[in-house]
C-alpha cells in the first residue's frame, strides 16, 4: 500500500509503527455551527481510509477531536446570551446526527479540547523547560526558531514568512513568527487556572495533547484538509517534536478543497451549503457517492448537475444489487456449487475484486475503486440470470455490497419501515425527550435516519419524510 506524504512530496510504501495496527488522527470541527459541505470531504474521505485499513486486516485506533473552545464559539455564545458550553454541546450533537445521516463510524475516540486542558498545560510546561516556549505576561508563545526543522512539511522557510496569516502580530513575541500556546482570559470568557494566567489554550496545541494522550508520542497518519498544512498541522510538528524528542507523524494526508459550481464556498457568493442543506434535497448516499468520485488530492467541484450524475450512477449499483437479491430471494436457483462456466467466469469476477483493491492500495484512489465497482456490476447484469446458480450469484451479490461498504456505500437497501411504525417510534420518542431521556431520543431518531427516514421539529410537532 502507497500513501501520498505531504511530508515527503511522494507515495511511500505504508510500513506501520506497530504491525498490524494503526494510528490515525484526523483533526475534526469547531463546533459553533451546523458543518458545510466543505467539512463534509474530510470526513467522508479519512471515514473511507479508516475503513479501508479495517477491510485490510488492521486494527485502527481513529481518534478525531472536537475543538468546544474557540473565538467563534465564544463569539456565538454572547450572541445568543448562553454558555459556550451550551453552543459547543449543542453542536457536538447536530455534528453526529449530520454523520450518523453519511454513513460516517463513529471514531474510536472523539475528545473535547476542554477536557484535555490538564495535558495542555503539561506539554506547554514541559516545553518552557526544555527552552522551546516562553511567557510575557500572562502569554505563553512558542519560540518557533528554537525548532530547528520548522516549515518541513508546508515547505517554507521561516526567514520569508511574514506574521500573518492566523499568527498575531504582538510586540511580545521575541520573533514575529512565534505562536500562542496559552492565552490570558478577556471579560465574559471561559477559562482554566494554569502557572501562567487564568485563560485558555492556543488552538494548535489542542491536537498535539489529544493525539498523544489517545495514540501516543508517534502516530502513523495524521489528516485535514490542505488549509491545515500551515500553519496548524506545521506548528503542532514543532510542538510535538518539542516536547517528546521523536518523530510526530509518518504519514501525513491532506485531501483538497470543495468548490461550489467552479467557485470557492463563501457566504458572500451565496453558495455556503450545509450538510443538513443538502441532505434534505438528496439522499446522503449521493451526496458521500460524489465525494468518492474523485480523488481526495483533487479540487472536487459540487454542482447540482454533478449530483444527478451521481444519483444516476449510484442508482445504477442499486439496481444491479436490488435484481441480485431478487434472484436470491425467489428464482429457483441450485444451490449445489458453480458450474464449468461460472467457475471459470469466477476468475474475471476476482479479476474485478484485486482491481480494486490496487485502486485502493495507490493512495486511496476511490475513483478508480468505484470504476471497479461498476465492472463488477455490468458483469453482474450480463452474467447472472435465474439460470444461474444460487452460489454464484451470492458470491458476486456478496463482493459488490462487501465493497460498497468499505467505501461506506449502503448497497443492499433494508426493508422500508411502515408509516405505522415510524410514528411509533417518533410517539417514543417525543415521551423520551418529555422524560429529558435524550439518549434514547437521540438513538431513535439515528435509527430513523439509519433506515431513510428524516424528522424535522417544528412549532406544528414532528414531521418526517423518506430521503
Known amino acids: 500500500m502507497k500513501i501520498y506524504n505531504t511530508l515527503t512530496q511522494k507515495k511511500d510504501d505504508f510500513v506501520p509503527i506497530e504491525e498490524g495496527k494503526v494510528r490515525m488522527y484526523v483533526c475534526g470541527p469547531t463546533v459553533y455551527n451546523y458543518i458545510h459541505i466543505g467539512n463534509a470531504r474530510p470526513v467522508i474521505f479519512f471515514d473511507t481510509v479508516r475503513r479501508y485499513f479495517e477491510y485490510k486486516g488492521y486494527d485502527v485506533n481513529y481518534v478525531t477531536n472536537f475543538t468546544d473552545v474557540d473565538d467563534k464559539i465564544i463569539n456565538r455564545s454572547n450572541e445568543e446570551g448562553v454558555s459556550a458550553t451550551e453552543i459547543s454541546e449543542r453542536f457536538i450533537e447536530e455534528f453526529k446526527k449530520d454523520m450518523a445521516t453519511l454513513n460516517v463510524l463513529e471514531a474510536s475516540y472523539h475528545p473535547k479540547a476542554t477536557q484535555e486542558i490538564d495535558g495542555m498545560i503539561e506539554m506547554i510546561d514541559t516545553l518552557i523547560k526544555k527552552g522551546h516556549a516562553y511567557e510575557k505576561n500572562g502569554t505563553v508563545y512558542f519560540k518557533t526558531r528554537s525548532f530547528d526543522e520548522y516549515g518541513k512539511l508546508s515547505k517554507k522557510n521561516i ?10 502580530v504582538s510586540e511580545e513575541k521575541e520573533d514575529p513568527m512565534d ?9 465574559g470568557e471561559p477559562y482554566w487556572t494554569s502557572p501562567w494566567s487564568d485563560g485558555r489554550p492556543g488552538w494548535h496545541i489542542e491536537c498535539s495533547v489529544m493525539s498523544r494522550k489517545y495514540l501516543g508520542d508517534q502516530i502513523d497518519i495524521h489528516g485535514g484538509g490542505e488549509d491545515l498544512v500551515f500553519p496548524h498541522h506545521e506548528n503542532e510538528i514543532a510542538q510535538s517534536e518539542a516536547a517528546n524528542g521523536k518523530e510526530f507523524v509518518k504519514y501525513w494526508m491532506h485531501n483538497a478543497f470543495l468548490n461550489i459550481d467552479n467557485k470557492k464556498m463563501s457566504k458572500s457568493e451565496g453558495n455556503f451549503f450545509t450538510v443538513r442543506d443538502i441532505c434534505k434535497q438528496y439522499d446522503p448516499q449521493v451526496v458521500r457517492f460524489l465525494m468518492l468520485n474523485a480523488h481526495y488530492r483533487s479540487p472536487l467541484n459540487f454542482s447540482k448537475d454533478l449530483m444527478e450524475a451521481a444519483k444516476n450512477s449510484l442508482n445504477r449499483i442499486l439496481t444491479a444489487v436490488g435484481s441480485l437479491d431478487y434472484l436470491l430471494k425467489n428464482a429457483s436457483l441450485d444451490e449445489n456449487g458453480f458450474t464449468n462456466e461460472e467457475q471459470a467466469l469466477l476468475e474475471e469476477v476476482k479479476e474485478y475484486h484485486a482491481k480494486f483493491d490496487s485502486s485502493m492500495d495507490d493512495d486511496f484512489n476511490t475513483a478508480d475503486a468505484i470504476t471497479a465497482i461498476f465492472e463488477l456490476v455490468r458483469f453482474a447484469n450480463s452474467n447472472c440470470n435465474s439460470d444461474s446458480t444460487k452460489s454464484f450469484v451470492k458470491d458476486i451479490y456478496d463482493r459488490i455490497v462487501k465493497l460498497c461498504d468499505v467505501l461506506g456505500i449502503k448497497a443492499h437497501k433494508e426493508e422500508e419501515l411502515l408509516d405505522a411504525e415510524i410514528e411509533k417510534l417518533i410517539e417514543e420518542r417525543q415521551s423520551a425527550r418529555k422524560n429529558k431521556d435524550f439518549v434514547r ?4 431518531r439515528n435509527l430513523l435516519l439509519d433506515k431513510g427516514i428524516i424528522l424535522e421539529d417544528t412549532r406544528e410537532g414532528v414531521r418526517w419524510k423518506r430521503s
Open 159 to 168: 526567514d520569508d514568512l511574514e506574521a500573518g496569516s492566523r499568527i498575531a
Open 179 to 187: 505562536f500562542v500556546l496559552w492565552k490570558p482570559k478577556k471579560e
Open 441 to 444: 431520543a437521540d438513538e431513535i
